[in-house]
């Protein structure tokens, strides 16, 4: 097998991981909204005719019991639900009806009440939603949250030869300075406290007070925040360039690194430009080349700021004991990332509007495909996360009043509730033409992101 692999060429089988990934993910995504749409339509008294994951040449279908058909088509990139009454799959138009019963049509999407139609369509994105927040529930509850205490639940292996953290270490002070909490040694580490709070130098070796098996013990250990990668951000360079989760950068640009501000300083000072770097990985040093990327960061007052990063975050020398997260906590977490994806993709397109933010923050087809393929590479986490925020992103964009989207059937339905009748079949016809215009521009723009920005 690695043998065909091999054959394949590192770029083919890229294409081939990420693809399928991709595939993977938007078929799940796409059928969790489209059954939203037909449960709700069910529900409501409308009969759906044809239940599809993806488009084109019918591959594989059976009829149930109520008459649906349900298929899996030849081109996966979506899907769609067939009400009864459609003149096609859009659930806009509908074909002549003349000729069906008053019972028969109430089983249409158009014969039925409005408050019925309004509910199949806002289902849809609902179901995404829906499927985004027990995601992230789920994840909650299995990963599990740091419990907060300075306490070692695994050293981890370092580039280092003098006397080490231990399992079960319950850390009391580092250079003298007291820590009572993890939050505390964080800040210690890396100053990313108050001004004034303390700092440890940028030294190899500090003096670490633990208690351990029972008694209190000081000696000269690691620094506790060296160059150590936590994790790997997806569509980063450090991707490209091959780095892992639990590597260790010894050495950057020429310059021996003690701790991960010094790599970072020297990666954001870069400009951009290609900075050598020796990894060492399971006690082996490893050459690597590591081409920083430009990203826009959030700030705290809602701006950007643009910086050269490598796509990494950093860990401390040992992992954290960690805890259950309970339901409610789980629940808390999930709705608070739902807002934060909500807030930051309309701060992300206003900012974008206005010529702030640059438009290589979009990502197409492509730039989706990526990065699924990437956070497959990192692990099971960072699959999971971004498989919710995708599906929380297409329900959101899914309700953008925009013709041939769900919101865009949302506002036709809410001018019928104004004005007592629905809009004219020319008036869809033109503006069904101009959403699709609209949205074929958007995915099409969003596409060549994807292939002009590195």
Known sequence: M???IAALGGSAWAVIWAGFFFIIALSIIVAVHEYGHYIVGRWTGIHAEVFSVGFGKVLLSRTDKRGTKWQIAAIPFGGYV???GDADASSVRSAETAGLSADERRHTMAGAPLWARAATVAAGPLANFILTFVVLVIMGLVIGIPDGQPRVERALP??????????????????????DSLRALSQLANG??????AVLPETPTVDWTVERAGQVITFPGPHPAPAMVNSVQVKSAAVDAGVRSGDVI???????????MQLREIVTGSGGKPVPLTVWRDGTATEMVLTPRQRDIPQPDGSFKTEWLMGISQGLIFEPGTRRGGLGESVTGAFNQMWGITTGTFSGLYHMVAGRLS????????GMADALGDAAKVGPEAFFSLFAIISFGIGLLNLFPIPVLDGGHLVFHAYEAVARRPPSDRAL????????TLLLSLMAFALLQDLICV
Request: aromatic fraction near 4%; hydrophobic fraction near 45%; include cysteine.
């Open 250 to 260: 010894i050495e950057a640009d020429g310059n021996p690194i003690t701790t991960f």
């Open 429 to 436: 016809q033109v503006l069904m033409s101009i959403g699709l």
């Open 359 to 366: 438009t290589c923050n979009m990502s197409g087809v492509i």
């Open 158 to 179: 370092l580039p280092y030869e003098g006397q080490m953290l231990q399992d079960g270490d319950v850390i009391l002070a580092v250079n003298g300075l007291e820590i």
């Open 82 to 84: 067939k009400f009864l």
């Open 2 to 4: 690695s043998d065909v």
């Open 192 to 197: 990313n406290g108050d001004a004034r709070d």
